[in-house]
């Protein structure tokens, strides 16, 4: 288990690391020169490492997940460990359905007019990854009053 949580924590630091700074410098300097090129530059760069991360999370999460809870059981809420476990599914949908929506329907035709359209994608992913990092560790220090 230690091993998979030291991939998962390296795994998170990528993906929530990489889109905190997306959100945090790129995304204002891109809004404010009304300029695409500055994000499109970082996600050509991350998408490199950030996808990996991505997959190690799905392999690494899914596999603690069963640990936590068997995979008969899944289908029930009956648990804490289940609650989360679906809260952590969910997010995994919402992230890859707006990863989708950016690389099929903004990117290829991003430009300055719809260069609000990639900022609020960009905020959500990032709201999702926090999201992400939040339930995690609610598995062992559980942040939610259920
Ligand atoms: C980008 C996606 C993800 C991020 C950023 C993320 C982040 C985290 C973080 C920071 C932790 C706390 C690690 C610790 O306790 O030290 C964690 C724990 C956990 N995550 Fe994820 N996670 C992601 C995706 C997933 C997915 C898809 C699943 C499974 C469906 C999952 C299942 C778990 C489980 C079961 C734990 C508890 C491990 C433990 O502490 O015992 N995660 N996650």
């Known amino acids: ?39 499109k530059t970082f996600e050509v760069q991350f998408e490199r490492i950030g996808i990996p991360a991505l997959l190690v999370q799905v392999i690494t999460g899914v596999w603690m997940a ?46 300055s007019q719809n260069l609000s359209g990639l900022a609020f994608h960009i905020l959500l992913v990032t709201v999702l990854a926090l999201s992400f990092v939040l339930v995690g560790l609610s598995f062992r220090f559980n942040f939610f009053a259920f």
């Not at 949580?5 to 995304?27: D, E, P, R, Y």
């Not at 989360?84 to 035709?109: C, D, E, N, S, Y």
Request: hydrophobic share 60%.
């Open 1 to 39: 288990m230690k091993w998979l949580i030291l991939f998962h924590v390296l795994g998170a630091s990528v993906w929530m690391g990489g889109h905190l700074i997306l959100a945090a410098t790129f995304l204002p300097k891109a809004l404010q020169e009304k300029n695409p090129v500055v994000i």
């Open 66 to 111: 069963l640990i936590y809870v068997p995979f008969h059981e899944w289908m029930s809420l009956a648990s804490v460990h289940h609650r989360l476990l679906w809260m952590k599914l969910g997010l995994l949908l919402g992230t890859l359905v707006l990863a989708i929506h950016a690389r099929f329907f903004i990117i290829p035709k991003l430009s």
